[in-house]
């Protein structure tokens, strides 16, 4: 093996942190791989398809050599940069790898302009995103930024879902907003467009920390409301 690959760990439980060795799961047609980046200890998920070598790569946020190196090493073709929301600690490298890669890019149109690369393509809700023979759906999640957004992947021999939230959904509650109305907006979201939607073995890929699934998460729904974070 060359000493110089990056290193990326086939165990996975998604657990990683800055610096860590990337986890690599593999799904029915193509592998998920999760990798922590820069201070603010990002995730960024870089997700191929098998049959075709077609890629995803879910917020380009730091660490551009890193990220690079990942996508060199382990995406025969970059397809498409979503962006999931417009704050900076999520597109810090995404200039970089847009330019390094001349891939295209994308994100929702409420959450485009401060983003320093114009997105190629602008999502919207219920928008069918194809990857190779990966098919990803976008949700639109109001409430942490005007467009952030979600991608959901279900695997066609398992049936799980693999849900990419960004800031909107994490373990133990829904993302920071400047509000209560923000608040009740993301959580009312969040609720009918994910909770009422999938079930509990979908898997949930926040943009910071662990994973979680929504069966672990929805018991907790009522409480979140009360508590009004």
């Not at 551009?64 to 940069?81: G, Y």
């Not at 979503?82 to 409420?110: F, K, M, R, Y």
């Not at 920071?176 to 009918?192: I, R, Y």
Request: negative net charge; hydrophobic residues 35%; contains cysteine.
């Amino acid at each position: 093996m060359d000493e110089h690959l990056m290193v990326i760990d086939d165990q996975y439980t998604g657990a990683v942190s800055q610096g860590s060795a990337p986890h690599r799961r593999t799904i029915s047609g193509g592998t998920i791989t999760k990798i922590s980046v820069g201070p603010m200890d990002n995730n960024a998920y870089l997700i191929v398809c098998s049959a075709t070598g077609q890629a995803l790569l879910i917020d380009a946020a730091n660490e551009a050599p890193r990220l690079s190196q990942l996508i060199d090493e382990n995406a025969p073709t970059l397809a498409l940069i979503v962006t999931t929301h417009q704050h900076g600690d999520h597109w810090q490298a995404l200039e970089d790898i847009a330019a390094g890669t001349a891939c295209p890019t994308a994100a929702h149109s409420l959450d485009a302009e401060p983003l320093p690369v114009t997105p190629d393509r602008l999502l919207d809700d219920e928008e069918k995103l194809d990857v190779g023979e990966l098919t990803f759906e976008i949700i639109h999640l109001r409430g942490h930024t005007p467009g952030s957004i979600a991608l959901a992947l279900t695997d066609k021999e398992t049936g799980v879902t693999h849900l990419f939230t960004g800031d909107s959904l994490f373990p133990g509650g829904v993302g920071k907003t400047s509000g209560p109305e923000d608040f009740t907006q993301l959580l009312d979201d969040v609720s009918t467009k994910l909770f009422d939607r999938y079930g509990d073995t979908t898997v949930v890929y926040p943009g910071h920390g662990k994973d979680t699934t929504l069966g672990a998460e929805r018991p907790h729904l009522g409480q979140w409301r009360e508590r009004g974070w």
